[in-house]
């Protein structure tokens, strides 16, 4: 037996990439999942609602679904980071975060974002009001997209040390730029700017948890 296959039947090494894998499909699979909502639900306006509010109205279970299928995939590749970072810089908070970003995603699904902006159709125009859930659905979109942002960085420092300058560039900007749209769409109010600019900065973030779990599921020896 080749040492190429020992690596390749070892077990440990199978589950670690088996749970790196998780974080491959997570973006892609929840980014379909809600683009192909947008263009569909009757009422729904890229450029002024949030995918969030998807959630609600009769055909809002399978945004909720969507959002658990992310949380769980995302939170199988915190422990795929964390076994293929054993050792070094952010091999323990990386992970963490990155989990504690699976989890607010789970919390977004329990406490979904409130009808808003005439979505879904017959709420009337404007933010309306704040519920209970839409307040701890807020709360769970901070904690959760600091987290990741912040896991950007742990990790963009620890490419630097490897001395990996375009990762480390990448993982940085990716940080800044997510943070950036965050605060886009919280002070922005509903404008189209800033909605539109939340969503570059959602692709941008998903984007580089998958090619990050594609990049360790090649390394993961």
Same mark, same amino acid.
């Given at each position: 037996? +080749? &040492?190429? /296959?020992?690596? $390749? ?5 199978? !589950?670690? @990439?088996? %749970? ?47 959002? +658990? &299928?992310? /949380?769980?995939? $995302? ?5 795929? !980071?964390? @076994?293929? %970072? ?136």
């Amino acid at each position: 037996m +080749t &040492l190429q /296959a020992t690596k $390749t039947c070892d077990p440990r090494t199978s !589950l670690t @990439r088996s %749970l790196l894998g998780y974080g491959v499909i997570a973006g892609p699979v929840y980014i379909v999942v809600s683009l192909s909502q947008a263009l569909t639900r009757e009422g729904f306006d890229l450029a002024r609602h949030q995918w969030s509010m998807l959630a609600n109205g009769g055909p809002g279970w399978i945004q909720v679904a969507n959002l +658990t &299928l992310a /949380a769980l995939t $995302t939170l199988a590749f915190a422990f795929g !980071l964390h @076994r293929a %970072l054993p050792s070094g810089h952010g091999s323990t908070w990386a992970p963490r975060l990155v989990g504690v970003y699976a989890l607010s995603m789970a919390g977004a699904a329990i406490f979904p974002a409130d009808p808003a902006m005439g979505f879904p159709v017959g709420t009337p125009e404007g933010p309306g009001a704040i519920s209970l859930n839409g307040m701890l659905h807020f709360a769970c979109g901070v904690v959760g997209f600091a987290a990741v942002a912040v896991a950007c960085f742990i990790l963009g420092r620890r490419f630097a040390v490897e001395g990996r300058t375009q990762w480390a560039v990448y993982s940085r900007v990716s940080g800044a730029l997510f943070l950036v749209s965050f605060a886009a769409v919280a002070i922005g109010a509903g404008a189209v700017w800033a909605n539109l600019t939340f969503v570059a900065g959602i692709l941008l973030i998903w984007a580089w948890l998958s090619v990050l779990s594609l990049h360790l599921y090649r390394r993961a020896s």
